[in-house]
T-cell receptor, first 120, second 112 residues
Framework: QVQLQESGPGLVKPSETLSLTCTVS????????WSWIRQPPGKGLEYIGY???????NYNPSLKSRVTVSLDTSKNQFSLKLSSVTAADTAVYYC??????????????WGRGTLVSVNS | QSVLTQPPSVSGAAGQRVTISCTGG?????????VHWYQQLPGTAPKVLIY???NRPSGVPDRFSGSTSGTSASLAITGLQAEDEADYYC????????????FGGGTKLTVL
């Protein structure tokens, strides 16, 4: 049973860089696309981007200039960096996985989510 | 503003049938890209309910079904139960957004 766990600071100052890590346990990190998705308080889901071992990353065009998603296979982790944050970046951040090699690309694994607030 | 449009809320009495619509365009649903549906119970992470338009993961009751026509998709829930009260999101792929995955704005289901 593959499980995901987000970790990182719960509070980030405006204009700084938000950094989160997702640890994958119970399965191979090379078997999935790994994504970040966020949800501002009381609002809907927003796709941020994905990474996987055998190809390029993909980012939401609205965030692309500020986002980096990367993979560390030696630690079974992937990470998110979002630069120049503002209050609009306050959200619950989820890490999620999509199985490689099947006909459908959907988010079948989810972490519990971590709330990141942007505030001075 | 979401690329995929859902009604903000729907409601139905216990035991009844409700549908939730998801309207896209020619660069996503209308182009034939898969539609997936997620259920988010209060205070929890979303979980996949329907994938590839009509497929249910194991453990999802057959009261939930999905369909697609043209540039729209629908999620139907029959035999409504109190435990179905949640937020529901559709998700697809949009070729005009550099291969970005896109979500609907979400629909709050209230069971009366």
């Amino acid at each position: 049973q593959v499980q995901l766990q987000e970790s990182g600071p719960g509070l980030v100052k405006p204009s700084e860089t938000l950094s989160l890590t997702c640890t994958v346990s119970g399965g191979s990190i090379t078997s999935y696309y790994w994504s970040w998705i966020r949800q501002p308080p009381g609002k809907g889901l927003e796709y941020i981007g994905y990474v996987y071992t055998s190809g390029p990353t993909n980012y939401n065009p609205s965030l692309k200039s500020r986002v980096t998603v990367s993979l560390d296979t030696s630690k079974n982790q992937f990470s998110l960096k979002l630069s120049s944050v503002t209050a609009a970046d306050t959200a619950v951040y989820y890490c999620a996985g999509s199985k490689l090699g099947i006909p459908y690309w959907y988010f079948d694994l989810w972490g519990r989510g971590t709330l990141v607030s942007v505030n001075s | 503003q979401s690329v995929l449009t859902q009604p903000p809320s729907v409601s139905g009495a216990a035991g009844q049938r409700v549908t939730i619509s998801c309207t896209g365009g020619s660069s996503n649903i209308g182009a034939g890209y898969d539609v997936h549906w997620y259920q988010q119970l209060p205070g929890t992470a979303p979980k996949v309910l329907i994938y590839g338009h009509t497929n249910r993961p194991s453990g999802v009751p057959d009261r939930f079904s999905g369909s697609t026509s043209g540039t729209s998709a629908s999620l139907a829930i029959t035999g409504l139960q109190a435990e179905d009260e949640a937020d529901y999101y559709c998700q697809s792929y949009d070729r005009s957004l550099s291969g970005s995955r896109v979500f609907g704005g979400g629909t709050k289901l209230t069971v009366l």
